[in-house]
């Protein structure tokens, strides 16, 4: 199931932090996203951002927090109201504050469940959509994008898978090689062999082979031992590995960052994904090969192109304001610019590749066109 996003409104870290471990620890950390303030100013313009992005599935909070969310008769969000014996149903529904853990869990998860039931996830889709990451050689950039991206819509309550199918896999530069949660999971290896195997039309748990990483706000897989595995992987098998994670029912969008050379895995990017986003940078080496890649496939497939083009969005990453060359063919159209930041080029500290706030906000603007999501403006950073 799609996990359910909670909203914590609650003053002292002290009942937050025992709340969040118990979760990230128990059997609920895969069915619940809870995004915590501590901060009633900041919990009142979170609320307010609501209406341009996925709304939480149920809020629990303070009196003294929810008095500050304007909108919330108007709104079909639950809301439970956090007491120790005090008259608070004004607020909401009481909801006992101090009691056993699992129990207060429980209450929510099954508040939420209500809300959720019937529900579809994103732009109507039965199955995760797909955004596919493309560029047409290394070095663009094009892993940042793509975890930037799924860090975003993470916090954003959407729930997210980060798929890697690059033979040089350098996401673990930005999330470590250990588990967030303590579970390792079976890993891509297994699951390949599994769907090669074949499991009688019975959908696959993912959540069996992947790991949490919290620095992304994402699942994903550990990166295989094996290159040859990725190496030998057929554009079907690929495409078969994209769509039983986005079709298994956990997962509201699922970015599959793709090898920057035209192959089999590239390929099957480009058939599998409902959207693309394509990366160029302003020199000439750049655009010379993204021309070339795109020569081969209106040659091979000129009917694939033309489909591709109606999904793909050509973003220039490391944009300094103005265009130096111009785009390598006619058909193409710049749809979006990823700004360049001088402090990344002499860095030792990785994590700050995730927390720029001018990228983030270009990062922001380019999730809200991908999910077709009105345009407001930027929330404050939660306490979570």
Same mark, same amino acid.
């Given at each position: ?115 959720? !039931? +019937? #529900?579809?996830? =994103? ?8 955004? @596919?990451?493309? %560029? ?111 079709? !298994? +029912? #956990?997962?509201? =969008? ?8 035209? @192959?089999?895995? %590239? ?31 209106e040659a091979m497939q000129p009917e694939g192109l033309e489909v591709m ?76």
């Amino acid at each position: 199931m799609i996990p359910v996003k909670v909203v914590l409104a609650v003053e002292s870290r002290d009942y937050i932090e025992p709340l969040l471990n118990y979760v990230h620890g128990s059997e609920y950390a895969r069915r619940l996203r809870v995004t915590a303030f501590s901060q009633p100013e900041a919990f009142r313009q979170y609320m307010m951002e609501t209406a341009g992005m996925k709304k939480p599935d149920v809020v629990v909070g303070e009196a003294a927090f929810l008095n500050l969310w304007t909108d919330r008769e108007a709104s079909d969000i639950p809301c439970l109201v956090l007491h120790e014996g005090e008259q608070v149903r004004e607020y909401g529904q009481p909801l006992l504050k101090y009691q056993p853990l699992s129990e207060l869990v429980g209450f929510i998860l099954e508040t939420a469940r209500q809300r959720t !039931s +019937g #529900q579809q996830s =994103v732009n109507s889709r039965e199955s995760g959509m797909i955004i @596919g990451m493309v %560029a047409a050689s290394g070095g663009l950039g094009k892993t940042t994008a793509a975890l930037n991206i799924a860090k975003q819509l993470g916090n954003e309550g959407y729930s997210v898978f980060y798929l890697n199918l690059e033979t040089m896999d350098s996401s673990s530069l930005f999330t470590g090689s250990g588990s967030s949660n303590g579970a390792e999971g079976e890993g891509l290896s297994r699951l390949l062999y599994d769907l090669k195997a074949g499991h009688d039309g019975n959908p696959l748990s993912i959540a069996s082979y992947c790991v949490r990483r919290s620095e992304i706000q994402a699942d994903t897989f550990q990166p295989v031992d094996n290159r040859k595995e990725l190496m030998d992987m057929t554009s079907d098998e690929a495409v078969e590995l994209i769509r039983t994670i986005a079709e !298994s +029912g #956990q997962y509201d =969008v699922v970015i599959v960052d793709g090898e920057s050379e035209n @192959g089999d895995r %590239a390929q099957a990017v480009l058939e599998a994904s409902h959207k693309l986003i394509w990366l160029l940078a302003d020199d000439l080496m750049s655009m010379h090969k993204c021309g070339l890649w795109l020569d081969v496939l209106e040659a091979m497939q000129p009917e694939g192109l033309e489909v591709m083009l109606t999904k793909t969005r050509f973003v220039v990453n490391r944009y300094m304001g103005t265009m130096v060359n111009t785009l390598p063919r006619d058909f193409m159209e710049l749809s979006g610019a990823l700004p360049y930041i001088p402090s990344w080029k002499q860095m030792q500290h990785r994590e700050l590749l995730l927390s720029s706030p001018i990228y983030q906000r270009e990062i922001r603007q380019l999730c809200r066109e991908l999910l077709n999501v009105e345009t407001v403006t930027q929330p404050p950073a939660a306490w979570s």
